[in-house]
Nanobody
């Protein structure tokens, strides 16, 4: 069973920085990628950043240029460096891992593993 544990959340003033970390333990299955999501009450969980096995990355438009995702495969860690934080970045942040599902003719990647979340609060 895979376990993801986040840390690094907290309160920060607008314009400040935080670094989130996620440690993965257990059997790491065949993955396409790992990522960070965030969610605020009443809203759908939003993909913030994603890093693939080849090191390529995707970011939500709202965080491009401010957030950086990185991973250390040897240590099974996933980090999210967040700079110039804005009020709208306030959310619960979740570390996630997907599973590569192979079927005849191709494959798809499904988000299957989730951490418990770490709260980020940005104040003015």
């Amino acid at each position: 069973q895979v376990r993801l544990v986040e840390s690094g959340g907290g309160s920060v003033q607008a314009g400040g920085s935080l670094r989130l970390s996620c440690v993965a333990s257990g059997y790491i299955r065949n993955r396409c990628s790992m990522g960070w999501f965030r969610q605020t009450p009443g809203k759908k969980r939003e993909e913030v950043a994603r890093i693939f096995r080849d090191g390529s990355t995707n970011y939500a438009d709202s965080v491009k240029g401010r957030f950086t995702i990185s991973q250390d495969n040897a240590k099974n860690t996933l980090d999210l460096e967040m700079r110039d934080l804005q009020l709208e970045d306030t959310a619960m942040y979740y570390c996630a891992g997907d599973l590569k599902v192979v079927y005849f003719g191709g494959f798809r990647c499904e988000w299957t593993d989730w951490g418990q979340g770490t709260q980020v609060i940005v104040s003015s």
